[in-house]
């Protein structure tokens, strides 16, 4: 474990910058034992601490500070954040080495891998005449086409040899990142006589995130999707070009369209207006006669626009389902008396 930190100024301390390196091993973590406990127990051992987890990344800060002249000045400040975790030890038992846990992050993404929609007759009979099917279910057109990756560990313990049909042997690693890999932030002050203004942009990086459940397609519940999605679905005489599946209800076996797959994981980047903050404070030769030391008025807003984000249905911000970060605008006056 090690913390390794330097500051640094230049140009007469209007250039200020910090950088720290660290990695920090966690031991003896609360996780159950199951690779020791014969199946015949029928049952699972109790906790112990017993995992382990390696954390390192760097962050990095600078700041810039300067007058104009002697009315104005401005302010210029950036941070940027990496982190990765790895696992060192970890009680499992995988069938099949990628499917291991251990000397990986702990935020990799499982799931199939999708390979578009079904669009024509010739596909479909093509996939028919192969004995393809999804959790012993017949395709159709307008679903999202699951990837046939291999079969089961005993007849393919290599796992790369497909076997006609998809089912929980096909599951695989599908995203690096479910976690951001980097965060950063961008300042931005200015100050002329008693006006200031100073502006907050976050934003983060490096991860991926699936749509929403409730953002699949169903028919059982037609709100569950943006309208734009639902516009755009697939139908075979009425939008055979659609960028999105079919509309279709839950199946028994399993749903090959809303299932976890790559044709829902999305690239969850974003940079965000965080925060503006716009102030006047008025001259003390005027707040004075009113018997007031300082008074100013100010305005702030919150989470006001992204500034760019992959993803437009939903906020990428959310774990999950739920209403976007409200935007929030406030308006108010500072008193000292």
């Given at each position: ?64 500070r300067d007058n104009i002249n002697k ?131 976050q934003g983060l990086g490096g991860f ?117 970060l409200n935007r929030t605008h406030s ?7």
């Open positions: 474990m090690y913390n390794l930190g330097l500051d640094m100024a230049f140009l007469k301390n209007k250039l200020t910058a910090t950088v720290e390196v660290f990695r920090n091993k966690r031991y003896d973590m609360f996780a159950q034992r199951i690779s020791i406990v014969p199946v015949e127990l029928g049952s699972a051992p109790p906790r112990v601490n017993y995992g382990a987890l390696q954390v390192q990344g760097l962050d990095f800060s600078a700041n810039y009315n104005a000045s401005f302010n210029v400040a950036f941070n940027i954040g990496f982190a990765k975790d790895k696992v060192l030890q970890f009680d499992e038992t995988p069938e099949r080495e990628f499917n291991r846990l251990t000397g990986n992050n702990s935020d990799r993404i499982w799931g199939y891998v999708a390979d578009g929609i079904l669009r024509s007759q010739a596909e479909l009979d093509k996939l028919r005449a192969s004995g393809y099917k999804f959790n012993n279910q017949e395709p159709f057109l307008g679903m999202v086409l699951i990837r046939d990756i291999r079969g089961n560990a005993t007849v393919d313990p290599k796992g790369n040899t497909p076997d006609g049909k998809v089912d929980a042997n096909d599951l695989t690693w599908i995203g690096n990142r479910s976690t951001p890999a980097y965060n950063y932030g961008i300042t931005l002050g200015f100050k002329y006589k008693n006006i200031s203004v100073e502006a907050f942009i991926q995130k699936y749509v929403p459940p409730v953002g699949r397609f169903t028919i059982d519940v037609v709100g569950d999707a943006a309208w734009s999605w639902w516009n755009d679905a697939f139908e075979p005489d009425t939008n055979p070009n659609g960028s999105m599946p079919r509309f279709a209800s839950w199946f028994a076996n399993g749903d090959p369209i809303g299932t976890n797959s790559t044709f829902w994981l999305k690239d969850a980047s974003f940079a965000r207006f965080r925060n503006l903050n716009v102030s006047y404070q008025l001259p003390q030769s005027i707040s004075k006669k009113v018997g007031i030391r300082n008074a100013s008025v100010f305005y702030n807003g919150m989470n006001l626009f992204f500034l760019f984000s992959k993803v437009k249905e939903w906020d990428p911000e959310l774990q999950g389902e739920g209403m976007p308006f108010g006056i500072q008193l000292s008396l």
